[in-house]
Nanobody, 115 residues
């Protein structure tokens, strides 16, 4: 069993920044990859950013160049730095990982961007 504890969401004006954090209950190096997803009201959950154990990253087209996913192995934490936030970024953001064929999700953190 893996717990993922997220923090850092909140309310911000358009153009602002937020940094989300995700701390797993196991050593971060246990996982082949970690990621951030988001789910806006009435929409499906979609991938935002993904990082492998080796540090390779991928991004959704809608956030590339504005968001940065990173990991700090010493702090056992994955971050999502979100800059130039827009109202369409408003969603619940979820941290994800998988191990042994089982997906694990955080509880979600709300990000609201006002225009």
């Amino acid at each position: 069993q893996v717990q993922l504890v997220e923090s850092g969401g909140g309310l911000v004006q358009a153009g602002g920044s937020l940094r989300l954090s995700c701390a797993p209950s196991r050593n971060i190096l246990s996982f082949n990859a970690m990621a951030w997803y988001r789910q806006a009201p009435g929409k499906q959950r979609v991938l935002v950013a993904h990082i492998t154990r080796g540090g390779s990253t991928t991004y959704a087209d809608s956030v590339r160049g504005r968001f940065t996913i990173s990991r700090d192995n010493a702090k056992n934490t994955v971050f999502l730095q979100m800059n130039s936030l827009q109202p369409e970024d408003t969603a619940v953001y979820y941290c994800w990982t998988a191990i042994g064929g089982t997906d694990y999700w955080g509880q979600g953190t709300q990000v609201t961007v006002s225009s």
